[in-house]
């Protein structure tokens, strides 16, 4: 039997996508028109920030935070090993200098203990990278206090995580990117995410200086802001204030993922859904390990991940029933180019254990029922040596 091919992750484009987009194609502007504007007012809104910034992706919303911030060659930021290594890239990006902490075992997500450890060890950290893995945000109320104990800054790379959010210690609901602990925090629109632009990333902040400064720099340093002229010539005039960067989102995109959005909620309502059978799936299995989930948080299941001790065979064997699995991630310490850096492996022992046993089974909304029945079925046999 088989109702595959089943992915691991699915975009889902709908005819309201199509129309919108056809309206784009036939409108004034294709790039820096109207509808980066409006997207972004409404991405705001979303996740209960005051401003926010598209461009043209999640790496380059990663770059822009790390120029705003003003990371420069040799300053030292950490983030955990467990992620995509855009989330360590955007501070080599600046000449500046990774530092890791290990993760929670439990969690998967970095270990705020050790991270503590490693502000004490280093003084010359100057900014942490949290990553809400998964979709399971990181309590950025506890980094804050950390952040400002050191000197910190914070960039939240929820681009597993819109929708998502934890409950602070005073009872108030932190949606990921908010702004309400961290300085920034940035999105992704590839297609395997919540919201699907084929391309395309968000930055969201509180703070108006560094909102100003993402505008500049997402357009080569450009500004036409009366306000912000160093001299005007006339109507025509530009500055180019930065060496800033061609990060920008077209029109075509902003308004597919604008599209996506209205139906973000009810995305995530099934993704939990998803989530849920699966844990009560595999609660009793005690050859298959799941994501511990803390009472505080509101999970928002970008991924689904499990734990098991024959990991490269269950990946194999759900491909031979055309269930295609993936790995998140290959510690960034282990990449080659970080090597050459001087990591190593032995570095982070609870990383390298993680990514050994971990497999990401398939998540997106359109998963039907009976195919993750199937998933669920081809898992335990497999586990079971059936």
Same mark, same amino acid.
């Given at each position: 039997m088989s109702l595959g091919p089943i992915p691991y992750g699915k975009q889902h484009i709908t005819e309201e996508d199509i129309q919108a987009v056809s309206v784009a194609l036939k409108a004034d502007y294709l790039t820096q028109g109207p509808s980066i504007k409006a997207f972004e007012e409404d991405f705001a809104t979303y996740v209960g920030s005051k401003y926010a910034v598209a461009v043209s992706n999640g790496t380059a919303a990663l770059h822009l935070c790390a120029l705003a911030l003003g990371v420069e060659p040799g300053q030292k930021v950490?983030?955990?090993?467990?992620?995509?290594?855009?989330?360590?890239?955007?501070?080599?990006?600046? %000449? !500046? =200098?990774?530092?890791?902490a290990d993760?929670?075992?439990?969690?998967?997500? /970095?270990?705020?203990?050790k991270l503590e450890e490693a502000l004490k060890a280093d003084p010359e950290i100057v900014g942490i990278i949290p990553v809400d893995f998964t979709g399971l945000p990181v309590n950025l109320e506890k980094v804050r206090a950390l952040a400002? #104990? &050191?000197?910190?800054w914070i960039i939240e790379d929820a681009c597993h995580a819109p929708g998502g959010a934890f409950v602070d210690a005073n009872g108030a609901v932190s949606k990921c990117g908010s +702004?309400?602990?961290?300085?920034?925090? /940035?999105?992704?629109? &590839?297609?395997?995410? &919540? /919201?699907? #632009? +084929?391309? +395309? !990333?968000?930055?969201?902040?509180?703070?108006?200086?560094?909102?100003?400064d993402l505008l500049r720099l997402r357009t080569h340093g450009i500004t036409k802001d009366p306000n912000l002229l160093h001299e005007n010539h +006339? !109507?025509?005039?530009? =500055?180019?204030?930065?060496l800033g960067y061609n990060y920008r989102l077209t029109d075509i995109q902003a308004t597919l993922a604008a599209s996506q959005l209205t139906r973000a909620d009810a995305g995530m309502v099934r993704r939990r859904e998803i989530a849920k059978a699966y844990d009560a799936a595999f609660a009793n299995e005690a050859k298959v390990g799941i994501q511990t989930i803390p009472?505080?948080?509101? &999970?928002?299941?970008?991924?689904?991940v499990i734990q098991v001790e024959d990991r490269k065979g269950l990946y194999d064997y759900l491909r031979e029933h055309q269930i295609y699995s993936q790995v998140h991630y290959i510690p960034v310490h282990r990449m080659p180019y970080y090597q050459e850096l001087g990591w190593k492996q032995g570095d982070f022992p609870l990383s390298e254990a993680y990514y050994d046993r971990c497999?990401?089974?398939?998540?997106?909304?359109?998963?039907? =029922? =009976?195919?993750?029945?199937?998933? /669920?079925?081809?898992?335990? #046999?497999?586990?079971? %040596?059936?």
């Open positions: 950490i983030t955990t090993p467990i992620t995509f290594s855009a989330s360590a890239n955007c501070v080599r990006y600046c %000449g !500046g =200098e990774v530092v890791f993760i929670d075992p439990d969690t998967f997500l /970095i270990d705020l203990a400002d #104990a &050191h000197n910190c +702004g309400m602990y961290a300085d920034l925090a /940035i999105f992704s629109f &590839h297609p395997v995410k &919540h /919201i699907a #632009a +084929g391309e +395309g !990333g968000m930055i969201t902040t509180n703070n108006e200086k560094l909102y100003q +006339g !109507g025509w005039y530009m =500055e180019m204030q930065d009472d505080e948080a509101q &999970h928002a299941y970008h991924l689904y497999l990401s089974l398939p998540m997106f909304p359109t998963l039907t =029922e =009976e195919q993750q029945q199937f998933v /669920i079925e081809r898992v335990l #046999a497999f586990v079971n %040596g059936q």
